[in-house]
T-cell receptor, first 111, second 114 residues
């Protein structure tokens, strides 16, 4: 089965600190795409960052960056300088034209 | 607002009733997806359309579920003879054709079956 696993149901981070959310996945393909989406409470999902599997360079978007380890099938999200607005559910997804999502990690940001 | 919209946002129904949800994608997007999200879980794929063609249906989509996209624009998802297990958030997303294209999600329709 092609699965996406997020082993951290909940994480907490102090405001301005750095936090890393973990994600592992399973696939038999060599070329694919990985995504992190954010779902704030009662609000719709928005894209945080994407990674193309054939690119060795880790993607970065402002305070958000990924650590993509293709051989280990690992795709973690690092949030630097955490802000109160970062509090949300974070979902890792692998693209197979449809998305296969993990179960999510709830991030709490402590003031 | 040119994002993905869904209607209604909330629906409460009694078991055995039929319900229909609507999704309006971003206008130039030719792909449209339906997902279901239960509490504490990530969204699960239900079905997707490329233009008006329904290209895949998940095994989660029982024969009580039907989805249409008649003119390749908006889509409807109908659930017949609802069951309590159908209670969930139903998410719609749209994208341009292509594997690396971001899916844009709507706000979802929360269904509660009593």
């Amino acid at each position: 089965a092609q699965t996406v696993t997020q082993s951290q149901p909940e994480m907490s981070v102090q405001e301005a600190e750095t936090v890393t959310l973990s994600c592992t996945y399973d696939t038999s393909e060599s070329d694919y795409y990985l995504f992190w989406y954010k779902q704030p409470p009662s609000r719709q999902m928005i894209l945080v960052i994407r990674q193309e599997a054939y690119k060795q360079q880790n993607a970065t978007e402002n305070r958000f960056s990924v650590n993509f380890q293709k051989a280990a099938k690992s795709f973690s999200l690092k949030i630097s300088d955490s802000q109160l607005g970062d509090a949300a559910m974070y979902f890792c997804a692998r693209e197979a034209y449809k998305y296969i999502f993990g179960t999510g990690t709830r991030l709490k940001v402590l003031a | 607002d040119t994002g993905v919209s869904q209607d209604p946002r909330h629906k409460i129904t009694k078991r055995g009733q039929n319900v229909t949800f609507r999704c309006d994608p971003i206008s130039e997007h030719n792909r449209l997806y339906w997902y279901r999200q239960t509490l504490g879980q990530g969204p699960e794929f239900l079905t997707y359309f490329q233009n008006e063609a329904q290209l895949e249906k998940s095994r989660l989509l029982s024969d009580r579920f039907s989805a249409e996209r008649p003119k390749g624009s908006f889509s409807t998802l109908e659930i017949q003879r609802t069951e309590q297990g159908d209670s969930a958030m139903y998410l719609c997303a749209s994208s341009l054709d292509g594997r690396d294209n971001e899916q844009f999600f709507g706000p979802g329709t929360r269904l509660t079956v009593l």
